[in-house]
């Protein structure tokens, strides 16, 4: 990316009261630097670098104490054996075997059960959470032609939870990070406007685009019926059943 000037020099932007320089990537956008959270964000990486580093040499420490041993299999089934011999006055080593299978299926059935929560009140987090974020956005009310739920539907897939924050990532997996805030995830609005920038119906979705007024075409191109814009059956087709949702309500079918 690179610094954005004009006749006066480099071009900046006043945020939260503090002046960032513009850059432009290579994509086109432009953005913000901020260059103090970058810092932050660094120092941050760099603090848990040295965390990890201090956790695999002790870790690297610990496995010393288990050089030698070639399979690690056959050493536990050896210590299990000790085990059974050492009780072997008090209880046959094959009741022994017993014993340890009915506790088994207690402890299975108990883990099964909190299972079975944790995926509830994982449910109901993420559907508050990121639910919530979808119905409460300024942005999907101030620039999209469809409701929440229906933007929801359409990108609700990309978005997940993490040590208890929203994030965004790709149609590849990757996580969507922040282009004014180099180094930090992406925040709810600004990772699905990037998501709809690479969506290739968005002018279907987005308010000033393809609707009916002033600023909207009066005939020929995109345009339809009503400024709606034109799309073929056989792209029509090709849609997902949201999507064809959206188009009916936005768009003219042609032949």
């Known amino acids: 990316m690179k610094l954005k000037t004009d006749e006066k020099g480099v071009v900046t932007k006043e945020v939260n009261g503090q002046l960032m320089p513009v850059y432009i990537h290579d994509d086109g956008k432009e953005a913000e630097f901020d260059a ?27 496995l010393k104490g288990f050089a030698g041993i070639e399979d ?16 072997k006055k008090l209880v046959d080593a094959g009741e022994i075997d017993k014993v340890r299978s009915e506790i088994s299926k207690v402890y299975d059935s108990q883990l099964s059960d909190l299972q079975r929560q944790l995926e509830g009140m994982q449910s109901s987090l993420f559907e508050e959470k990121v639910g919530g ?18 933007v929801q539907a359409r990108f609700g897939q990309h978005f997940g939870i993490e040590e208890g924050r929203i994030y965004a990532a790709d ?6 990070f922040s282009r004014t805030k180099p180094g930090e995830i992406a925040d709810f609005d600004e990772a699905l406007m990037i998501l ?11 308010k000033g685009t393809g609707q009916s007024g002033s600023g909207a075409p009066s005939g020929g191109g995109s345009g339809g ?16 059943v949201v999507d064809k949702a959206n188009a009916a309500k936005t768009m003219v079918i042609v032949d």
């Not at 990890?52 to 420490?61: C, N, R, S, Y």
């Not at 709809?196 to 987005?206: M, T």
């Open 36 to 62: 103090s959270a970058a810092f932050t964000s660094i120092n941050t990486r760099a603090a848990q670098a040295a965390r990890f580093e201090t956790e695999i040499k002790e870790l690297k420490d610990k």
């Open 133 to 150: 974020a979808f119905t409460r956005s300024k942005t999907i009310a101030e620039k999209f032609v469809i409701p929440a739920d229906l």
């Open 72 to 87: 690690p299999r056959k050493a536990l089934e050896a210590l299990d054996t000790i085990a059974k011999l050492d009780h």
């Open 225 to 240: 019926a009503g400024g709606k814009r034109t799309v073929t059956r056989a792209q029509f087709d090709s849609m997902s």
């Open 196 to 206: 709809v920038d690479q969506y290739p119906y968005k002018d279907s979705i987005l």
């Open 171 to 176: 149609s590849s997996g990757q996580k969507i």
